[in-house]
């Protein structure tokens, strides 16, 4: 049932990079950031373009790959 509910989101993931922070909508990324806030107001912005199309959202960080 929850890998039913997850389906139904639009992922925005903040990623931790060597060199800042990554953005990705939906596994694609959309920009990188030199700090974690901008990052994550970035992400925002995001889901309030989604949530004024009808498309829920949500905003989770991913590890870092390590490598």
Known sequence: MNS????????IQVIPAPSGWTVAEAGKVTGRFESEEIAYKTALAICAQLFERGIPSRVSQTAMHQG
């Open 4 to 11: 039913d509910i997850s389906k139904a989101y639009q992922d």
